[in-house]
């Protein structure tokens, strides 16, 4: 209706201050979508009429608004809520945005993600992404972008950076930034709804579609974990301790069908690349990270995780997207394959990356390669530091006790 991201952000959130002012007395009205909808375009009426350049077009929303008509009357309401979401996404990574604005952006109006939690998934500081979000809001003003779902060329050109954003929607709830909760199931389901919905959507192309049934793949074999990811009280329960029968094996079985029309459809492609499978065919990003977690989803115990061939995937998977990130999850698959002391001298090279510094899961890492190798109170200061780097505070108390074990 406003043609403008952040007045529409803004309205939205004086209608829901007006709705918790109102309801505890008044009681949830039927169509609480509805009502929200109306106060809002109320308030944006209420701000034209203050714009003087604005006269003759306050006349006419006035007149559509008579006081003595239903505000919401001349509101039509989209039934399907996800049409909306996905319009939302698709708006918000317009290529008129740079890539790391569209995604930034469509994690702050459609994940519900802070400023805090968003920077730390870019690795850069909470100004800096303020800044990048707020250019992009302009941005989207200036170029007056039009609400809705592209088609063709344009949708094709917009896939990957929707994709980005509901992978990193996904990361956000697997492993929550900050809070109390190790992780959010809600924004899970959320992210694996829209994921389904995109591989439908996705273009005709192998690349686009192949991808969208790998995003499908990594986030359904993922979930299944997440039954098992905690223990009494909450407490977090690493992936080589859970006790497997509890995984939710309908997810896994349904990913692992994604997982297998992604690898059909990536056929013919020909960037040169293999995921090392004995078929030798190339894939793409989220296809090989669904391959990753295939290769936990299909070991039934700890012992019998096949780490030789993970590492290579994650070698593959470097060279496709090289990233700091990667290459320590590349040392956790060699600490397990080849030992805890060839692992090490790989996060020590990573010591340096400015982009993980305050990353936790450096130290943290560290810190369990140092205690399989016996350094106890090495192992006992880089969980204390990798402890004072996290904003999640179930995390926290877990790096603290493992830092306590280590005497």
């Known amino acids: 209706m406003t043609g403008d991201v952040g007045l529409a952000e803004d309205l939205a959130q004086d209608a829901l201050v007006a709705a918790l002012e109102r309801w505890p007395s008044s009681g949830v009205p039927d169509n609480p979508g509805a009502w929200l909808t109306a106060v809002a375009r109320r308030r944006w009426v209420d701000g034209v009429r ?30 399907h809520v996800e049409d909306d979401v996905l319009r939302l996404i698709f708006t918000a990574c317009h290529p008129v945005l740079p890539r790391d604005g569209r995604v930034a952006l469509t994690l702050k109006l459609v994940g519900g993600l802070s400023t805090e939690q968003i920077a730390r998934s870019f690795l850069v500081q909470v100004p800096t992404m303020a800044a990048r979000i707020t250019r992009a809001k302009q941005a989207l003003r200036e170029a007056r972008v039009v609400f809705e779902v592209p088609v063709g060329a344009e949708l094709a050109a917009r896939f990957g950076s929707v994709l980005e954003v509901v992978y990193l929607i996904f990361n956000e709830g697997y492993a929550a930034t900050s809070g109390e909760s190790w992780y959010r199931a809600d924004l899970c389901e959320e992210a694996m709804r829209l994921g389904r919905m995109l591989a439908a959507l996705a273009p005709p192309a192998a690349p686009e579609r192949s991808e969208a049934y790998g995003l499908v793949a990594l986030m359904e074999i993922q979930a299944s974990r997440i039954p098992a990811r905690t223990g009494p009280g909450g407490s977090p329960v690493t992936l080589l301790d859970q006790d ?77 997207t090289p990233s700091p990130i990667i290459e320590l999850n590349r040392a956790v698959a060699v600490s397990m394959s080849d030992g805890p002391a060839a692992a090490l001298a790989i996060v020590d090279a990573l010591a340096g990356d400015p982009a993980l510094r305050g990353y936790h899961l450096l130290p943290a890492v560290r810190g369990d390669l140092l205690a399989r190798l016996d350094e106890g109170a090495k192992a006992r200061a880089e969980f204390e530091r990798a402890a004072a780097l996290t904003a999640n505070a179930t995390e926290r108390d877990h790096l603290l006790r493992r830092a306590a074990a280590c005497g």
């Not at 203050?50 to 039934?79: H, S």
């Open 50 to 79: 203050r714009q003087v350049g604005f006269e003759r077009r306050v006349a006419e929303i006035g007149r559509e608004l008579a006081e003595a008509e239903n505000p919401m009357d001349e509101i039509e309401f989209d039934t």
């Open 244 to 320: 497997r029968s509890r995984w939710n094996r309908l997810l896994i079985t349904h990913g692992l069908a994604a997982l297998a029309r992604a690898r059909r459809l990536s056929d013919g492609q020909s960037d040169g690349l293999s995921d090392g499978l004995s078929d030798g065919r190339p894939r793409g990003p989220y296809v090989i990270q669904a391959e990753l977690a295939a290769c936990h989803a299909r070991a039934f115990a700890a012992q019998d995780t096949d780490w030789s061939r993970i590492v290579v995937l994650y070698e593959i998977l470097g060279r496709l």
